[in-house]
């Protein structure tokens, strides 16, 4: 877990997660990410290189794109 939270921190460091960290919901905690990134093909990549994906520890991740307007 060290290390997925070393690899977030990271992310926030280069602007790509805008914010991230843990839901303490009572019916178990869960993490929350926000990111900026060109489309969902980099969100994939992200995710894919994560170190809890990369050990196979269980984790899976929803993406829901956020409308935007120009």
């Known amino acids: 877990m060290g ?11 280069r602007g790509v997660a805008v914010i991230f960290g843990p839901v303490m919901d009572p019916k178990g905690a869960w993490g929350l990410g926000l990111l900026e990134a060109k489309d ?19 984790f899976r991740y ?3 794109p956020m409308a935007q307007s120009n």
């Open 3 to 13: 290390d997925h939270g070393g690899y977030w921190k990271t992310l926030a460091d």
């Open 40 to 58: 969902e093909s980099e969100i994939r990549s992200l995710l894919a290189n994560d170190p809890v994906t990369k050990a196979n520890a269980g």
């Open 62 to 64: 929803e993406i829901a």
